[in-house]
């Protein structure tokens, strides 16, 4: 390489350079104005750091003569910073700490307006960050505040529904919160958990099309009532299907393969395994759990243990192994669920 | 006498560089003017009888586009973690930020700020939030820049757990 005489010195102080040389802590040539006025040894070539003048290049300084010391190569960066002089004046400086030939080296350069664009910039990008983070809390309420009031609707319209049948308002409501449990022990995007709490109670929706005298009849169904009965299936998911919501297109898949069976010999498909849509198995577990668990104006609750006995005799057979496996793994929440939404009395109004 | 480095982490705009000011020079000011980098405020307490100078390093806040510079948080041997009662994300910036902290930093004391307690009416922190901030085992503080409470107590409570895991004699010149 062909030495030059570049005049180095002229250089650093027409670019706002300082250089510092750490083996004999002097300024190579002579300090800038903006350095003698934050450290008046300055002018003398050399500089003094402590916490009074320059603290963060002091503590930059520290740093630099363990990567001095280390014989790391590249180059180590503080970064901007702002050092006050003695007149309350901030300045903004960036060091950068190197060793050429042996030599260690801080070279120090004064922002100047360069600190100043870049302060703008980030002023803005943050201001619109504040507008961004304000209207996403703005829309989040909003959303909770319209599932509110689909969940409302939806479970006033089942009401309505039920008024002829036996099921409860609670059954409902639990039915929703049992199948949510579950779909989020399953990892489902938290936006799905809050489909299939919208959906789930809709799972025998087309009973309303299922007539009184078999609907109501007290005793056992023949052969043709009972496949009259079991079309509450396919009458649910009549009336849910092709909807552009996705909690009603949920909807009509759990109406449709509640009464689906993992081994395939379930109705109204006779679908088995993963055939079933998963949300519909969720809730062939979670609806006969809580049935037996409670009264009914034809039956007995069933006590807790004989209600768990009878779902794992079915496993595999009537219901998903893994669903029910994450199902007895979450029994203390689905319990809970139980305790904070009980029957009220007789409330099935019919 | 010791002089000891404190860092003010958080997310941007929580109140970092309002809460200095407040202690130091017991000002407060409604513009929001973002810091680029560090700036660093001296304040100097007594605490039981032992006078302390706290280096106060302002740092920028951590955005979505950059983080804390581990270069301006190594030596500190404190930080004051503040948070924004009125966004709840600034709580998740926080807990990162904690976990930068032990990262960079062998023995460190810190205290939780929890700022901007003026603002009652627009507290969004969950409660399981609050539970993540006590699980980290710092003492925690309600803050206001602008009515000035419990920010003096804020910052003695960290000088005082600083005096508390530092053995006499070790940094800074006894006098
Ligand atoms: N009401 C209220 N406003 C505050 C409080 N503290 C800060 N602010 C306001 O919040 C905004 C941001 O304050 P700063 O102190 O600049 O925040 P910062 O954390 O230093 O922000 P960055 O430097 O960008 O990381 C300013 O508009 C302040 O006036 C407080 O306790 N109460
Ligand atoms: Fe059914
Ligand atoms: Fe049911
Ligand atoms: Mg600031």
Partial sequence: MTRTDLPVVQLLERLDLALYESRDGRL????????????????????????????????????????????????????????TDARGRGHALEATALRIDGRSLLLIERLGEDYELAVANLQTARENLLVQEELERIVARRTADLRERE??????????????????????????????????????????????????PMHDLGKVGIPDRILLKPGRLSEDEMAVMRGHTSLGAGILEDSRV??????????????????????????????????????????????????????????????????????????????LDVFFERLPEMRRIRELHPDEGMDTAG | MIRTKV???????????SLVRRFVHSLFGDRYLSTL??????KSLVI????????????????????????????????????????????????????????????????????????????RLSDRQLEQLRALGGPIFRTSALTGDEVENAF?????QILASKPPGEDGDPS
């Fill in chain 1, 28 to 83: 190579l040539g002579d300090a800038p104005d903006w350095l003698t006025e934050l450290a008046p040894e300055a002018s003398k070539g050399s500089l003094e750091f402590d916490d009074d003048a320059l603290p963060i290049l002091g503590d930059f300084l520290g740093q630099a003569r363990r990567f001095w010391q280390d014989g790391a190569r590249g180059r180590l960066r503080s970064g901007p910073f702002v050092e």
């Fill in chain 2, 156 to 160: 003695a409570a960290l000088a005082r």
């Fill in chain 1, 151 to 200: 969940e409302e609707l939806v479970y006033r319209l089942i009401r309505a529904a039920n008024l002829r049948d036996n099921e409860t308002g609670a059954h409902i409501r639990r039915i929703g919160l049992y199948s949510a449990a579950l779909a989020r022990a399953l990892g489902w995007p938290a936006a799905t958990v809050d489909d299939i709490r919208l959906a789930s």
């Fill in chain 2, 48 to 123: 039981d009888g032992t006078k302390i100078d706290l280096m106060l390093w302002d740092l920028a806040g951590k955005d979505d586009y950059q983080s804390v510079r581990p270069t301006h948080l190594r030596g500190a041997s404190g930080c004051l973690l503040v948070m924004d009662s009125t966004r709840e994300h600034s709580v998740d910036v926080a807990l990162e930020l904690h976990q930068l902290m032990l990262d960079t930093i062998d023995q460190v004391s810190f205290v939780v700020a929890i700022n901007k307690c003026d603002l009652v009416d627009e507290w």
């Fill in chain 1, 246 to 323: 996705p909690a009603v297109r949920m909807a009509a898949q759990i109406a449709a393969g509640h009464h689906e069976w993992w081994n395939g010999e379930g109705y109204p498909r006779g679908l088995a395994a993963e055939d079933i849509p998963e949300c519909a198995r969720i809730v062939a577990i979670v609806d006969v759990y809580d049935a037996m668990c409670h009264a009914r104006s034809y039956k007995p609750a069933f006590p807790e243990d004989r209600v768990l006995d009878y779902l794992r005799e079915r496993r595999a057979r009537q219901f998903d192994p893994r669903l």
């Fill in chain 2, 37 to 42: 980098g560090a700036r660093v405020d001296k």
């Fill in chain 2, 7 to 17: 860092c003010m982490l958080g997310s941007f705009a929580v109140g970092k560089t």
